[in-house]
Each structure stands twice: as C-alpha cells, then as structure tokens.
C-alpha cells in the first residue's frame, strides 16, 4: 500500500502529521509527502518517508500561465 501524506504549509499540522507517517510506514505501508517548499526542511531527514513532494503554490499562483508552473502542476 501507498500513502500520500498532503499537507503544504501549516507548520502545525505537518508536525502533528509526523506520528501518522511514522505508523504507516511502521505498517509497511510507503509514505510520500506533498508540502510547500518552504517546509521541506521539517521532513527531508524524515526516516519515515519514502519519498518528498515539493510545491510551491505561491508562485503557481502569481504566474498561473507560465509554462514551467503547467509543467510542475502536473
């Protein structure tokens, strides 16, 4: 089984998320995690990740059109 953990920017709730990968992982399970990239430093040392998905929402939001933000949207 696969779990992804999605949770962009509240610093809170990443850090309470944490216990919740821990036990899937702990469960076999493989964890990814989406988070904005301003937090990626919360969870790049995280063993209980398999992987890390970054965003970055805010300039996807200030230049919606541009072809590099298309790219990464998808």
Known sequence: MKLLIVRLSAMGDIVHALPLAQNARASGAGVG????RSYAGLLESAPCLDRL????????????????????RR
């Open 53 to 72: 998905f970054l965003a970055d929402t805010k300039r996807w939001r200030r230049h919606p059109f541009s072809s590099s933000c298309r790219r990464e």
């Open 33 to 36: 995690w989406l988070v904005e």
